[in-house]
């Protein structure tokens, strides 16, 4: 059985990844290839309460270690259940973030210890690297712009501007670094967004 493509979709708040995810569903209809939708913290059953603890407000203050924790029993969870089966029966997984968010939330933002991570990344994923990362990069006040619409926002969402703007640079810095991504411009119109991902998605299925 060949392995199923694994893509994950990393941005900051209000980039287009979770809008993009229905053009990549349709895309990958209309070529007949089979595929979940996931996304991270979350996809199953439990890691979607582990999500809900990470993301609700409360009263207690959550630290920052307990942040990073829970998002890798989250992920854990998440691989084994879910991401590992699927693209060992040769489907193709689609992530709404996975572990780049980490570094760079967990890490860069909140000044979390970055070699603990690669630890735990290393620990947690068992080499289930993503093939691609699609890297949707939006300037912070376009991306808050179109999020502030939303009817609730999360803890995350509420943190101040200048811990997006450590997102969005952490992100730049890593996509310099890895040659799994793909900087996608996403502060142009959502056709011209969905046509770079095509193009990406065309590549990994070895069409272009
Ligand atoms: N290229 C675009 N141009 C203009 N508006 C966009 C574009 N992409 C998405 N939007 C709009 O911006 C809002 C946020 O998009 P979306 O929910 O896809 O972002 P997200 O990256 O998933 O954010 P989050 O990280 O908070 O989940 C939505 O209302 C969406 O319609
Ligand atoms: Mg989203």
Not at 25 to 40: D, G, H, M, P, V
Not at 151 to 174: G, K, N, T, Y
Request: charged residues 30%; negative net charge.
């Amino acid at each position: 059985m060949i392995k199923g493509k694994f893509i994950t979709l990393e941005g900051g708040e209000g980039s287009g990844k979770s809008t993009c995810i229905k053009y990549i569903k349709a895309w990958l209809e209309s070529q007949n290839i089979e595929y979940i939708i996931t996304r991270e913290p979350g996809g199953t059953p439990l890691a979607e309460e582990i999500r809900n603890m990470i993301l609700s407000h409360r009263e207690e203050k959550i630290h920052d270690e307990t942040e990073l924790l829970l998002m890798f029993a989250a992920r854990t969870q998440h691989i084994k259940e879910k991401i590992k089966p699927a693209i060992d029966a040769g489907k193709w997984v689609i992530s709404d973030r996975f572990v780049d968010s980490s570094y760079v939330y967990q890490g860069a933002a909140r000044g979390g210890d970055l070699k603990k991570i690669d630890q735990l990344a290393e620990w947690v994923l068992q080499g289930c690297k993503p093939d691609k990362t699609l890297l949707f990069d939006v300037p912070v006040d376009i991306g808050l712009s179109r999020v502030e619409k939303r009817a609730q926002s999360d803890r995350l969402d509420d943190e101040p501007v200048v811990f997006h703007q450590m997102v969005r640079d952490a992100f730049l810095a890593r996509e310099k670094t890895s040659n799994h991504y793909c900087l996608i411009d996403a502060s142009q119109p959502i056709e011209n967004v969905n046509l770079a991902v095509k193009q990406e998605l065309e590549k990994l299925k070895g069409l272009s």
